[in-house]
């Protein structure tokens, strides 16, 4: 069944993601494309919908963004989400203008007229604003339908063209009913039926795979991780034994990692093919302080031994890879105006001398969406509720040069933290934990001596997708047992600290 979407285009605002991944919640596909995306593009995927979102521009400044204007010629339900909103009203002849008084935070939306987009959502429900112009005049053909205290065009509707505008956003979490709303325009304003399913996106990308591989093999890339493993049984049930799994070990695991990879695989009676490449990793790491340098090297790395090995095989004409929806939006600003994050080791593409083509069936779906999957296609609860490993492993997770000694004591600290984590029951309950090697050295006092040790930083995250975090509230107790267990076994380190950034401002991993 092919889904007809809801596309999302992107101004650059930080809850671009989640309106697409509120909308899938519902059942309803969406895809996220540039603001700036070609309409013969958008028509080609024939969709029921169109969301222009927020953004960090004024749609009066000289450089703001603006899309094909064509788009609003298309006969299709179109929600504009705060500069979105102020780009249809500036289209349709409205004014816009900086607010006099800026408006952050919760506000209290009061309803004018009923509307099916409000439908069983409460009048005086709690908003989320963020925006610091406002419409100042109300563009042609349109009408009021809620208010808030600061802003007397908080909803407003030409109904005969079946345009809506918020000057709030639906999307976060702040807003209370803002899920209904966003599933109300979808179900009531395009007609949208709730056909989204991890079941429905199984039995797609399977048969994608099939028509794609046909009798080729395929290489692939496996960590033990939840994204690598939900890849190879895709293509397991897909291809069967055309499927060769290569797991490479590239010295940045975690502890006794590749023994419980090898173990996980022998369970699952899928061949698995180790290489040891630790050598080769560290020594081209060898030096490399820079975050951005350490994943391309690492990316390039994975690649060439992935190469060597496809070349003892015959018929190998692919190679799969477990990229992510939030690893395509945070590596490049292909969505949008938004900014890259960092680059991810398995984004942007194979080299020009690989011959190889790339199969990601995984790569227009968030992270949770792939646990569901993984349950969907009859994995493990427990190899499905490991926290999140980044690709190029502890090297991000060690500021500046990675060596073979900072290697051992980040281990170390990090088997103590996910013991202390799951005996106490807080593993479950969390996104991802882990420990992060700082390399800055302190004054301390061990016995009667003075030290000047290393320090680890326990990094402890609550989210969905990844792509927004909180800082996890670990009991005290717990930390403090982390802390002492560390700073008494693991050798070179004499204090630990928590990270309580949540995301954003900064990302989960430090590198």
Not at 371 to 381: A, Q, S, T, V, W
Request: hydrophobic share 40%.
């Amino acid at each position: 069944m092919k889904h007809v979407p809801i596309i999302v285009l992107d101004f650059g605002s930080q809850y671009t993601q989640i309106i697409a991944r509120k909308l899938r919640e519902s059942g309803v596909y969406s895809e996220i494309v540039p603001y700036n995306e070609k309409i013969e593009n958008i028509l080609r995927k024939s969709p029921s919908g169109i969301i222009l979102s927020g953004g960090p521009a004024s749609v009066y400044s000289k450089d703001s963004y603006h899309p094909d204007e064509h788009i609003f010629n298309l006969g299709i339900p179109i929600l504009g989400i705060c500069y979105g909103m102020q780009l249809m009203s500036q289209f349709f002849g409205g004014s816009v203008v900086p607010a006099n008084q800026q408006e952050y935070g919760k506000a209290k939306l009061t309803f004018v007229k009923q509307n099916d987009i409000f439908k069983n959502t409460s009048d005086e429900q709690i908003v989320w604003m963020s925006h610091g112009d406002k419409v100042d005049e109300l563009p042609h053909g349109f009408e009021i339908i809620a208010t808030s205290e600061n802003s007397p065009y908080a909803a407003i509707v030409n109904e005969k063209e079946r345009m809506y505008a918020f000057q709030f956003h639906p999307e976060v979490y702040h807003s209370d009913e803002g899920s209904k709303i966003l599933k109300n325009f979808a179900k009531y304003i395009c007609n949208c039926e709730s056909t989204w399913n991890m079941g429905s996106f199984a039995k797609e990308q399977i048969e994608k795979i099939k028509q794609s591989v046909g009798d080729k093999k395929v290489l692939c890339g496996v960590s033990g991780g939840v994204d690598s493993s939900v890849v190879a049984t895709l293509l397991n049930e897909a291809i069967g034994d055309n499927v060769i799994c290569v797991f490479v070990d590239n010295g940045l695991l975690r502890a006794n990692e590749v023994q419980e990879v090898q173990d996980m695989f022998k369970t699952r009676g899928v061949p698995l093919i180790t290489i040891d490449a630790s050598e080769v990793f560290l020594k081209k790491l060898e030096g490399i302080t820079d975050p951005e340098t350490k994943r391309k090297i690492i990316g390039e790395t994975f690649i060439e031994i992935f190469d060597i090995e496809a070349k003892k095989h015959n018929g190998i004409e692919f190679l799969a890879q477990g990229t992510l929806y939030t690893d395509v939006i945070e590596s490049v600003s292909v969505k949008g105006p938004s900014k890259t994050i960092k680059s991810h080791h398995n984004v942007g593409g194979l080299p020009s001398w690989m011959t190889f083509e790339l199969i990601e069936p995984l790569r227009e779906i968030f992270k949770d969406e792939v646990r569901l999957l993984g349950l969907e296609l009859g994995l493990p609860k427990d190899m499905i509720g490991r926290h999140p490993f980044p690709g190029p492993g502890l090297a991000i997770r060690i500021m500046g040069d990675v060596n073979k000694s900072d290697l051992k004591i980040l281990r170390k600290a990090d088997v103590i933290m996910l013991e202390v984590l799951r005996s106490s029951g807080y593993y479950d309950k969390t996104w991802q934990a882990f420990t992060v090697l700082l390399n800055v050295k302190s004054v301390g006092v061990m016995g009667d001596n003075r030290t000047y040790d290393n320090t680890i930083c326990v990094r402890i995250v609550n989210a969905t997708d990844g792509m927004t975090a909180t800082f996890a509230y670990i009991p005290h107790d717990i930390l403090e047992t982390i802390s002492r267990r560390i700073i008494n076994e693991v050798w070179g380190i004499n204090r630990v600290v928590y990270d309580i950034s949540s995301k954003p401002p900064a990302t989960i991993e430090w590198e």
